[in-house]
DNA sequence: TTGACAGGCAAGTAAGAACTTGCCTATTGT
DNA sequence: ACAATAGGCAAGTTCTTACTTGCCTGTCAA
């Protein structure tokens, strides 16, 4: 079981993801027309494919075979983990000054 | 720039987060002892060092000098693109039959 | 039945990520 | 001033991941 913090953390996984939303029950070859098409991927067939398993591993995608196509269904649900897990925020202490807060220090 | 994804997709990283959230504000050696308590992690504080590199350079910790220490903040905010990027469910197509979404085909 | 289409399997390669190792700088306390 | 504390830098190692290459299995249409 692939973990989805793992699934998400590739770019061509994600633009997968983009596209079964705008566009849910893809076959994989039309994955591979549109992604290249739309978000300018022009990976192979079987990366698709690998990228696919590792979606459907981490539940963000379940398959269904329909003849000799394969039909891939998106399911975001196991995202709703990200929110819970850090919530909006809640400072637990004060974040002292607002403005302040540089990424680096000033000499 | 490392994107949030690549940020959170390392386990140690997220505990980092975590930690962050239950106590804002602690330096590296602080952060490393309370993640070998608390989480189980035995990394060095070198590994722990990076990763809050990473994590800065996705803009979800910031860091200020005080002394000789480093103190950093978290700041999840970022994450919220996550949630806007693939919000709870909209399904544009319809999901045919709900119960039954098997993840497999069966014979 | 034959061939084209849709996809699967598995080994190998190559790039990147995580971690280590060794040494260096800056700040604080005595 | 000197030592201890807190952290930084950089090269090297190892492990994972993304992708390729080559061939094989089903399904449908003529």
Redesign the pocket.
Known sequence: M?DIY?AI?????RAILDELVDRDGQ??????ARLAMRHG??????????????LADAGLVH?R????????YRDIRPLEEIVTRWPADSPTETPDDAAGQGTEEQP
């Open positions: 692939t793992k953390a590739d770019a061509t996984r076959t994989l070859f039309e994955l591979c991927i022009a990976s192979s067939r079987q990366a698709i494919s690998q990228h696919l398993d590792v398959t075979r329909v003849g000799r196509t394969k039909v891939h």
